[in-house]
């Protein structure tokens, strides 16, 4: 089976700066996009950044300009940089993926983890 395992998350300062990491292991034939969501208590989940196979990417209005999504497709690694965090950015990050297995293509989820922007 896919699993999608995230980790960087923590407590930070605003203004301070952390670097989600999403490795993908398993029997994997091709991931296709690659995504970052978020949700914060009380909030539905937000899909922050996207990148393609290609390296193409999107974010959200709330994170352009101090959110980067980047991948390296040889580790079947994602990774999300986050710099200038606000405490608004404050919530569960998860990793997902569309991964070709054989010839069927799944919706792949990492657990989450926690990152907190507070003082």
């Known amino acids: 089976q896919v699993q999608l395992l995230e980790s960087g998350g923590g407590l930070v300062q605003p203004g301070g700066s952390l670097r989600l990491s999403c490795a993908a292991s398993?029997?994997?034939?091709?991931?296709?996009?690659m995504n970052w969501f978020r949700q914060a208590p009380g909030n539905e989940r937000e899909l922050v950044a996207t990148?393609?196979?290609?390296?193409?990417?999107n974010y959200a209005d709330s994170v352009q300009g101090r959110f980067t999504i980047s991948r390296d497709n040889s580790k079947n690694t994602a990774y999300l940089q986050m710099n200038s965090l606000k405490p608004e950015d404050t919530a569960v990050y998860s990793c997902?993926?569309?991964?070709?297995?054989?010839?069927?293509?799944?919706?792949?989820w990492g657990q989450g983890t926690q990152v907190t922007v507070s003082s």
């Open positions: 997902h993926a569309n991964v070709r297995r054989d010839t069927a293509v799944f919706s792949a």
């Open positions: 990148i393609d196979s290609d390296g193409n990417t």
């Open positions: 398993g029997s994997i034939f091709e991931i296709y996009v």
